[in-house]
C-alpha cells in the first residue's frame, strides 16, 4: 500500500517516494506490507494497514485541504498480469486487476469547500500539457453542479507563471482575482514548455450559487491531465461534492454618497468588493470608493458552507435617490424599508414576485423615511422591491420572504 499528496500525473517515483519534495518532505512513500491468506473464489476480505499519516501541516504551501492519494497493489508469482503492469516509469492502472489507485477528493460543502493537488512534469524532457474540466456523468448522470455552482481554479505562483508564459491559452473560462479564473464544464487550459522534473499547486475551490439552488444535492466533476501532443490522458482527480440544505440569502448593497453599504445576510459571511473586470477592491461589508462613478462587483460568501451571490452596483452623478436598508432580510411576517428624502412629486414601491411577476404596490409619504409593509401574506421566494418616482424606475432590491 502507498500514498502520495493529491495530483493529476503520478509516476512510479512519486508513489515510491522518490526525489519529489514540497518543504523538504517526500510526496508520496510505501504505507506498508501484509501477507494475504488464499483467497477462493468470490471470497472477499478487508485488510488493514497501520499508517504513521504525514503531519498535514508540513505540505502548507496554499492554505487550502490537500489530501492523499492511495495505491493498493497486489504481487503474487501465482497472479501475473498477462500486459505489462508499468512501462518503468508510470504504472499501466488499466493493464491489471492486481494494481488499484484511488484518486477522490471529497468536498461536503461546509467550510472546507476546496481541493489542492499537484500538477506536474516528472520526466527529462519539457512537456506540453492540458488540463481539462469534465462532467462525472458516470456516477451523477442527472445532475450538473456547472449549472449551480461556481468553480475557481487558484494557480500557485509556478503554475501561474507557466500559463502566462505559454499566453494564457484556454477556451471556456474567465479571469477572475489574483491567479484565479472560473472554469465551466469542458474548460481547457493549456501549459506549454512546462519544465521537466518540476511541478506546481493548483487549488480547485466550489461555491453553490444561492440563484440556482435546486433540491440536487450529489455532484461529480473530474479534473484531466492530458499529454498535449500525443494526446494520452495522463491521470486527473474526480472531486465528490455534497451540497447541504439551507436557508438562502441574497447578495444587496446601499450607497451612501461614496461608500457602498453590503446588507448583512445575518450569518458570518466574508465580503468581497471587486472592480468591473474581476479584480478584488477591499473585503468587509462596507467600502468607500475613490472615484465616485463607476460599477462594482459586491460578492458574499457564507462563512459555513461557501454558498454565495453576487450584486452589481453602479454609482452614478444621479445616485440621489435611494433605498439604503431593507430589514430584516430574509423575512416572516413584516419588513421595514428605508428611504432618503426623495426628490419627486410622487413615489411608491413595487413589490415583485420574481417567480410569478405577480406585483403589489405601496405608496411612499414623501414627508416621512421608511415604510413598514406586512409580508405574512405573501408565499415564500425571492421578491424585488422596486422603488417608482414620477413613473420612473429608480432603483430595485432584492428580498426574500420565508
Not at 123 to 152: G, M, V
Not at 227 to 232: A, H, I, L, Y
Request: include cysteine.
Amino acid at each position: 500500500m502507498y500514498w502520495t499528496k493529491a495530483g493529476t500525473n503520478l509516476p512510479m517515483d512519486v508513489w515510491e517516494g522518490g526525489n519529489y519534495n514540497v518543504n523538504g518532505y517526500p510526496l508520496g512513500g510505501l504505507i506498508g506490507e501484509i501477507d494475504l491468506p488464499a483467497l477462493e473464489s468470490y471470497e472477499e476480505h478487508i485488510f488493514t494497514f497501520p499508517w504513521s499519516v504525514p503531519n498535514p501541516a508540513n505540505y502548507s504551501t496554499i492554505n487550502e485541504p490537500w489530501h492523499y492519494c492511495l495505491m493498493a497493489k497486489i504481487e503474487s508469482p501465482n497472479d501475473v498480469s498477462t500486459l505489462p503492469e508499468h512501462n518503468g516509469f508510470y504504472y499501466h492502472f488499466l493493464n491489471s486487476n492486481n494494481i488499484a489507485l484511488k484518486n477522490v477528493h471529497v468536498i461536503n460543502n461546509t467550510s472546507s469547500n476546496s481541493g489542492k493537488i499537484h500538477i506536474g512534469n516528472f520526466e527529462e524532457n519539457i512537456k506540453n500539457y492540458r488540463i481539462k474540466l469534465s462532467r462525472d456523468i458516470y456516477h451523477f448522470p442527472n445532475t450538473n453542479i456547472f449549472e449551480e455552482a461556481e468553480i475557481k481554479f487558484t494557480f500557485d505562483n509556478k503554475l501561474w507563471n507557466i500559463w502566462q508564459n505559454s499566453g494564457s491559452q484556454g477556451t471556456n473560462f474567465s479571469e477572475f482575482g489574483e491567479k484565479t479564473i472560473i472554469v465551466h464544464e469542458d474548460t481547457e487550459i493549456f501549459l506549454n514548455n512546462f519544465p521537466a522534473n518540476d511541478f506546481g499547486l493548483l487549488n480547485v475551490k466550489v461555491n453553490f450559487l444561492t440563484e440556482e439552488y435546486t433540491s440536487n444535492n450529489e455532484f461529480g466533476f473530474n479534473v484531466e491531465h492530458w499529454d498535449n501532443n500525443s494526446n494520452e490522458l495522463m491521470g486527473g482527480e474526480l472531486y465528490l461534492v455534497n451540497k447541504n440544505e439551507r436557508d438562502l440569502f441574497t447578495a444587496d448593497a446601499t450607497i451612501a454618497n461614496n461608500t457602498l453599504n453590503a446588507v448583512s445576510i445575518n450569518e458570518p459571511a466574508v465580503y468581497n468588493w471587486y472592480d468591473a473586470n474581476g479584480n478584488l477592491l477591499h473585503t468587509g461589508q462596507n467600502y468607500t470608493v475613490n472615484n465616485a462613478n463607476g460599477t462594482y462587483l459586491l460578492e458574499v460568501i457564507a462563512d459555513y458552507d461557501g454558498y454565495k451571490d453576487m450584486k452589481e452596483v453602479t454609482i452614478t452623478p444621479n445616485n440621489t435617490v435611494l433605498l439604503h436598508n431593507i430589514y430584516p432580510n430574509p423575512t416572516t411576517s413584516n419588513v421595514t424599508v428605508q428611504y432618503n428624502q426623495l426628490n419627486c412629486n410622487n413615489a411608491y414601491l413595487m413589490l415583485i414576485n420574481v417567480n410569478s411577476n405577480a406585483s403589489a404596490n405601496y405608496i411612499l409619504n414623501l414627508n416621512n423615511t421608511n415604510i413598514n409593509i406586512n409580508t405574512s401574506q405573501y408565499a415564500p421566494g425571492l421578491y424585488r422591491v422596486v422603488l417608482v418616482c414620477d413613473n420612473n424606475v429608480t432603483e430595485s432590491h432584492n428580498l426574500i420572504i420565508q
